[in-house]
């Protein structure tokens, strides 16, 4: 019965490799997708995070929402048991926690902008192109993924990162960050929309 098992998970796993095809950065879908990232003026989204993390045998999964306006205001804000705001309009960091604005110090600020802007390049497609990055692109039947690794300062903290894109809208569906310590996170993103006017406050109000 073992065998049998291990033989299907096998045959499952060789169909689903096969599933995606890997391209080269010069290839039509590859180009399409860096282009549609450049031309994005805002992006809007709900995302479930999911964290695994060694020191818990269960990952905790936290809803939240971001909201991005080029070329530098960012809001995203997790609704789990610990609420918590991260807000950035360009230098300045603003962080709510639990419902409370935090006085941040130097050091703090400059931990805030530097994960914030990981996740700006992130959304507005520059990190795709960063030459601290090194792309590898696989075609799906209806999604492009995105395999990055670091290759300047962030892979001392980051091994590998992988980013689902449908290949008819060029959406963000889904983000794995794998640490060097072997902590991961996977955002799953949905409610995805593209240029929608912003409401207001959502760079100013904590």
Same mark, same amino acid.
């Given at each position: !019965?073992?065998?049998?098992?291990?033989?299907?998970?096998?045959?499952?796993?060789?169909?689903?490799?096969?599933?995606?095809?890997?391209?080269?950065?010069?290839?039509? $879908?590859?180009?399409?997708?860096?282009?549609?990232?450049?031309?994005? %003026?805002?992006?809007?989204?709900?995302?479930?995070?999911?964290?695994?993390?060694?020191?818990?045998? $269960?990952?905790?999964?936290?809803?939240?929402?971001?909201?991005?306006?080029?070329? =530098?205001?960012?809001?995203?804000?997790? $609704?789990? /048991?610990?609420?918590?705001?991260?807000?950035?309009?360009? #230098? /300045?960091? %603003?962080?709510?926690?639990?419902?409370?604005?935090?006085?941040?110090?130097?050091?703090? &600020? *400059?931990?805030?902008? #530097?994960?914030?802007?990981?996740?700006?390049?992130?959304? #507005?497609? *520059?990190?795709?192109? #960063?030459?601290? !990055?090194?792309?590898?692109?696989?075609?799906?039947?209806?999604?492009?993924?995105?395999?990055?690794?670091?290759?300047? /300062?962030?892979?001392?903290?980051? &091994?590998?990162?992988?980013?689902?894109? =449908? *290949?008819?809208?060029?959406?963000? %569906?889904?983000?794995?960050?794998? $640490?060097?310590?072997?902590?991961?996170?996977?955002?799953?993103?949905?409610?995805?929309?593209?240029?929608?006017?912003?409401?207001?406050?959502?760079?100013? =109000?904590?």
């Amino acid at each position: !019965m073992r065998t049998t098992l291990t033989i299907l998970l096998l045959c499952l796993g060789s169909l689903l490799h096969a599933q995606l095809a890997p391209v080269g950065t010069d290839h039509a $879908e590859v180009k399409a997708l860096l282009a549609a990232t450049r031309a994005m %003026r805002t992006v809007q989204a709900r995302f479930v995070q999911e964290k695994h993390l060694r020191a818990l045998k $269960e990952p905790v999964r936290e809803p939240g929402r971001f909201v991005y306006e080029r070329p =530098d205001r960012f809001r995203w804000s997790v $609704e789990g /048991a610990a609420p918590l705001t991260i807000l950035t309009s360009g #230098s /300045a960091v %603003r962080v709510k926690e639990n419902g409370v604005e935090k006085r941040l110090g130097a050091a703090e &600020q *400059r931990m805030y902008a #530097s994960i914030n802007a990981l996740v700006l390049d992130l959304v #507005s497609g *520059r990190l795709l192109e #960063s030459p601290e !990055m090194k792309p590898r692109y696989e075609l799906g039947a209806d999604a492009l993924v995105a395999h990055l690794t670091p290759t300047g /300062a962030m892979a001392h903290r980051v &091994q590998r990162m992988t980013l689902h894109f =449908d *290949r008819a809208t060029h959406r963000l %569906r889904e983000m794995e960050t794998v $640490e060097t310590d072997g902590d991961r996170t996977v955002v799953r993103y949905s409610d995805v929309r593209l240029n929608a006017p912003v409401p207001s406050g959502a760079f100013t =109000d904590l």
